[in-house]
């Protein structure tokens, strides 16, 4: 929690209180289900928590905009992000009931009011956003057409960044981005200075 703190400097204490009870509740489910890596347990709040809030370095979500987050897993970037934007709205969708399951029962306890939850294959859901999130489960290429068609027409933002999909990513990801020349690609490690955060970062890429 010290990280978040570090770089977060501004969070209020109820979101503080929520990312503080992340590791306890994830621990409890982890136990059940590996929602989470228990290789990458030990290092919660860098490599889960932290990394996921690299999108909020880069990009800061309008109140009353939707995000969706795709194949969210255990509920990265989606949890961590709902904290931090109390007030836009995040669909934490994937394909798996019981990791669903486990997602809302931890969105129930945290009282994330801002947070719905929902077992569907990310192609097949019929509703429109202003952002997509993920933790690329996939070849950026591969989600691209899942949600190319998924977006809204207005745009919430005033920055070069419109609609489009934030992409969390780790290592060499050149020939990811070969097919998306206006991809703008930010290193992590120009925000958080731990060496783990060399090779991550987030890959922003319009609709």
Not at 26 to 42: D, E
Not at 69 to 82: Q, R
Not at 169 to 179: A, M, P, Q, R, V
Request: glycine share 4%; aromatic share 16%.
């Amino acid at each position: 929690m010290e990280l978040i703190k570090k770089y977060f400097p501004y969070l209020l204490d109820k979101q503080l209180n929520q990312l503080h009870s992340l590791q306890d509740l994830y621990s409890y489910w982890n136990s059940y289900v590996n929602v989470i890596s228990r290789k990458t347990f030990y290092d919660f709040y860098q490599r889960h928590v932290l990394f996921c809030l690299g999108i909020a370095k880069v990009y800061s979500f309008f109140p009353g905009s939707c995000v969706m987050d795709l194949g969210t897993g255990g509920g990265f970037p989606g949890i961590p992000l709902s904290i931090v934007f109390p007030k836009t709205e995040f669909i934490l969708v994937d394909s798996i009931m019981k990791k669903i399951k486990i997602v809302k029962n931890i969105v129930d306890t945290l009282q994330l009011e801002n947070v719905s939850t929902i077992c569907i294959r990310a192609e097949k859901l019929e509703k429109k956003f202003d952002f997509v999130v993920t933790r690329a489960v996939k070849k950026i290429e591969t989600i691209h057409q899942w949600i190319k068609n998924k977006f809204k027409d207005k745009s919430y933002s005033n920055s070069k960044i419109i609609n489009g999909t934030f992409y969390l990513k780790g290592g060499d990801i050149s020939d990811e981005l070969k097919k998306f020349p206006n991809a703008i690609e930010y290193s992590l490690y120009h925000y958080f200075n731990e060496p783990f955060f060399i090779t991550k970062k987030v890959v922003w890429i319009s609709n």
